[in-house]
């Protein structure tokens, strides 16, 4: 008898807010949308164990039966010195779960049928400060969190994730923002920083075959987070500062659960084109 198909997601940057959000909408959305004989394995990493297993706990409901939770914590992503290991760490709790799933006619390493990798994790970094003001050393540092660690999970995914372990399709998805694609005043670092992930995973996109590998940057929006308000009560550009906290003060900011929603549906659905940027508001 074979073993249950089985799918697997990983999210780096789950451990609070818009990740959480994505890793319990994952695990809900599967489970509606899928045959129950389909189970998912879904490998959740961030720095603090603790604020993991309160993911973990949010996913239980939906179904537990067919829901494999893996936490990966302690996985700081300013510490460049340590990503190459934390990068194996994180992956080889796949290869570990994909090989132990042998079937019972033909043993062998069991494969996961289908494979989404989220990158969500990031930071805000100052939003005060023009560009003129701005020092090259802040931003070595802020692009070594926020896209020189991105391209670490990004490429060992492509290299580790294979034909091997996965066998129907692949799919990597980078959190993007309307400032990957357009520029607003006192976003030096931040919106450079989501344009070259962008950028990157475009060229990733034109190199893989879409049949097999596609790329997906998912802007969610302006979310009702922590973010956000950071965002109200330090942004340099009073325009701006302005318009976020009308749309505060209106509730038109959007959920962290629908935004979740778009991207999941999107990324089961599997109808768009490899490369592409979706805005929740398309």
Request: aromatic share 8%; glycine share 4%; net charge negative.
């Amino acid at each position: 008898m074979a073993v249950p198909v089985r799918d697997l997601c990983i999210i780096v940057g789950a451990s609070s807010g818009f990740g959480r959000a994505l890793a319990q909408t994952f695990a809900e959305r599967f489970c509606a949308q899928t045959p129950a004989e389909r189970r998912l394995h879904l490998v959740l990493v961030g720095r603090r164990q603790a604020d993991l297993q309160t993911t973990s706990d949010a996913c239980q409901p939906t179904s537990p039966a067919r829901v494999d939770l893996t936490p990966v914590a302690e996985v700081d992503l300013a510490n460049l010195d340590a990503l190459d290991a934390n990068v194996d760490r994180v992956l080889d709790t796949v290869t570990t779960n994909c090989c132990t799933l042998t079937d019972a006619v033909s043993p062998g390493p069991a494969r996961y049928a289908r494979a989404t990798l989220i990158l969500n994790a990031g930071t805000l970094g100052g939003v005060t400060l023009p560009v003129r003001d701005r020092s090259w050393r802040e931003l070595r540092t802020f692009f070594d969190v926020n896209f020189v660690a991105y391209t670490a999970f990004f490429t060992a995914f492509l290299k580790r994730v294979d034909r091997g372990v996965c066998s129907d399709h692949r799919t990597v998805v980078n959190v993007s923002s309307l400032l990957a694609v357009k520029a607003f005043p006192s976003w030096g670092a931040y919106a450079p920083a989501k344009a070259a992930r962008h950028m990157f995973a475009q060229v990733a996109a034109a190199e893989e075959d879409p049949a097999y590998t596609k790329v997906l940057s998912y802007s969610p929006g302006p979310l009702a987070n922590d973010m956000q308000r950071t965002v109200r009560e330090t942004l340099g550009d009073p325009e701006q500062k302005l318009l976020y906290t009308n749309m505060f003060d209106k509730g038109d900011l959007v959920s962290m659960e629908d935004s979740a929603r778009k991207a999941v549906d999107l990324i089961l659905d599997n109808t768009f084109t490899s490369g592409c940027h979706i805005d929740y508001y398309d």
